[in-house]
């Protein structure tokens, strides 16, 4: 069965430092891998996704993500966190064989601190 | 939020009562997708319509009844609902419905009660 886990529920970073939200999966087949944002009392907002090619994909807001096939890892990284990038955050995978679901992590909440 | 628009966004209702949410893409896309997001669970599919045909129904109690009248807009009509489906219902869509690489949109979703 296909899976996404978010070993996080919350991960606290000072504004400025770099941040990292993980996310590990296990699929058959080749995955398709999402990153989606939600702020408070909003829907989920697109950031970024792998597909193929260049295991580092760069996203909207300065985010990107690594994908890490031997190790079925997908991170979330941003070099400089923001106060504005407090929000919750959910990693999703699809793939050519799992028919219409996209299979969405737990989330994990990100706190920055000023 | 333009893209997705969902109302509306804060729904009060006792389990007696018959409701519907609205749900309206303006990306053009052909699959439309509605979502339950309850507190500390994963995003739960609900239903999935492609080209305004339904070709997806995740084991969702027959209270919930979905309408797709055309390819731009979505309803989920609710009636005799139960305390526990109160949730944050998120409408998306996406340009098809079985392409593994599309990009599903989100509204901003309903915050339904269930008194």
């Known amino acids: 069965a296909q899976s996404v886990a978010q070993p996080e529920d919350q991960v606290n970073v000072a504004e400025g430092n770099p941040l990292t939200v993980k996310c590990t999966y296990s699929?058959?087949?080749?995955?398709?891998l999402f990153w989606y944002v939600q702020y408070p009392n909003r829907g989920l907002q697109f950031l970024l996704k792998?597909?193929?090619?260049?295991?580092l994909v760069k996203g909207s807001y300065g985010f990107e993500a690594e994908f890490n096939k031997s190790q079925t890892s997908f991170h979330l990284k941003k070099p400089s966190a923001l106060v504005s990038d407090s929000a919750l955050y959910f990693c999703?995978?699809?793939?050519?064989?799992?028919?219409?679901?996209?299979?969405f992590g737990a989330g994990t909440r990100l706190f920055v601190k000023a | 939020e333009t893209g997705v628009t969902q109302t509306p966004r804060h729904l009060v209702m006792g389990m007696t009562n018959k409701k519907s949410l609205k749900c309206e893409q303006h990306?053009?896309?052909?699959?439309m997708y509605w979502y339950k997001q309850s507190a500390k669970k994963p995003l739960e599919l609900m239903f999935v319509?492609?080209?305004?045909?339904?070709?997806e129904n995740n084991s969702v109690p027959s209270r919930f009844s979905p309408e797709c009248p055309n390819s731009s807009h979505l309803f989920l009509h609710l009636h005799t609902l139960q305390p526990e489906d109160s949730a944050l219902y998120l409408c998306?869509?996406?340009?098809?419905?079985?392409?593994?690489?599309?990009?599903?949109?989100f509204g901003p979703g309903t915050r339904l009660t269930v008194l």
């Open positions: 998306a869509s996406s340009q098809a419905a079985k392409s593994p690489t599309d990009t599903q949109y």
């Open positions: 699929v058959s087949g080749n995955p398709y």
């Open positions: 792998y597909i193929t090619g260049d295991n």
């Open positions: 999703a995978v699809r793939t050519g064989t799992g028919g219409f679901k996209t299979i």
């Open positions: 990306l053009g896309h052909n699959a």
């Open positions: 319509y492609s080209l305004e045909e339904r070709v």
